[in-house]
Each structure stands twice: as C-alpha cells, then as structure tokens.
C-alpha cells in the first residue's frame, strides 16, 4: 500500500507543471504621466495542471504599505487555449489570457490591508527627487481607491 501512495505522488508531482519565483510584474492601471511608476517587479508562484491553474504572489508593498500580502487565485483551465480563465482567491478575482509564453490577469482585489504611513515612508526612502515622490505616492493612492491591476507572468 504505502508504495502505491509512493508511486502516485511521483505519478501526480510528473504530470504538475511547477514554476516558482518567475519574472512577473504588476501594473496599477493609471494615465500616462504616472505610467513611468505604475510597474512593479513581483515573483509569482504558479502550479498548473490538466485542467486547473493556481497563482500566488504578493502585492509590492509601496502599493499597501503592508510586506508580504499575498494574493491567491485559481480556477480551471479550458481545453481551448484562446479561452479567457477566471480565476478566484479569498482577496479577489481575476480574468487572464495567455500566449505560449506569457499569462497576463486582469486582477480585482479586496480586502486588503494597508498602512499609508508605512506607503509614505518606503516611497520617500526609494527616491529623494520631489516630483518622483508625488507621482510614487499618487500611483499607490489610485491603487488603495480601486485596488485593480495586471498582472503579468512569464512561464
């Protein structure tokens, strides 16, 4: 018995798709003035499978001023590959379309916790420059107003 369980886990780990710690970014829907600040480098985790797809990342913490808030999503996949797949977490939804290389999500949040002193402080430490100060802040005010984005994930 205890070698049937052994052999289906190595059947089922084979069959998983796994990537951890991919290049990926999130991206704060804003106009083109605050576009130059709007992009964030995030690692987002993926495990994809026949049928279903599950990601995990964490927010960039200039946007809620809170480190390490991860966002869950999963759901199932089509067999079509041009189909768009909704995914769903306990802090928001998504909808995601994919090329052979790239899956981009448009991602609706809530629930989140933020702490715009710690905003503050994180954006004024990363630049000195008044003007990139304003705008850094201005794109995490957007963010903490409608907590939308794109996240974009390289397999």
């Given at each position: 018995?205890r070698y ?27 106009n ?8 964030f480098a ?10 279903h797809l599950?990601?995990?990342?964490a ?12 966002i869950?999503?999963e ?16 802090k ?7 090329s052979?290389?790239t ?16 905003i ?5 430490n990363?630049s ?5 100060v304003a ?7 957007i963010?903490?107003?409608e907590?939308?984005g794109?996240v974009?994930y390289?397999?």
């Open positions: 018995m049937k369980i052994s052999a289906l886990l190595v059947a089922s780990v084979l069959s998983t798709q796994l990537a951890f710690a991919d290049n990926g970014s999130y991206t704060v829907p804003v083109a003035e605050l576009q130059p600040f709007a992009t995030v690692s987002v985790d993926s495990v994809k499978t026949p049928g599950a990601l995990q990342y927010l960039p913490e200039e946007l809620t001023g809170v480190s390490g808030q991860t869950s999503l759901g199932d996949t089509s067999s079509d590959p041009t189909a768009p797949v909704v995914l769903t977490g306990p928001g939804s998504a909808s995601c379309s994919s052979t290389v899956l981009t999500c448009s991602v609706k949040m809530h629930d989140l916790a933020s702490n715009p002193s710690a503050a402080s994180l954006i004024q990363e000195s420059n008044s003007s990139e705008s850094r802040t201005a794109v995490a005010n963010f903490l107003k907590p939308v794109i974009t390289n397999y």
